[in-house]
């Protein structure tokens, strides 16, 4: 069983070594066969939009219990 903490990628081999290179932001990781780092950005703008959407809930019910008074 392959360690799953390596960063060196199956592409990355003695006739093609730039295939396997890292990338400036770090490095190159596989997870289940899927770029880790486009699934950390989806997961960045879902959690964002999330987080946007249960403020403005909140801001909403503040706004609608001040008309109570």
């Known amino acids: 069983m392959a360690d799953p903490t390596t960063t060196v990628t199956p592409a990355a ?3 093609n ?3 396997g290179a890292d990338t400036p932001a770090g490095p190159k990781t596989m997870d ?8 950390v ?7 964002t939009v ?3 959407l249960f403020a403005g809930f909140i ?3 503040f706004q609608l219990g001040s008309r109570n008074k």
């Open 32 to 39: 289940a066969g899927k770029w880790a780092n486009k699934r």
């Open 41 to 47: 950005y989806h997961r960045l703008v879902l959690y």
């Open 13 to 15: 081999d003695a006739e």
């Open 50 to 52: 999330g987080c946007h």
């Open 17 to 19: 070594p730039a295939a």
């Open 59 to 61: 801001i909403l019910l």
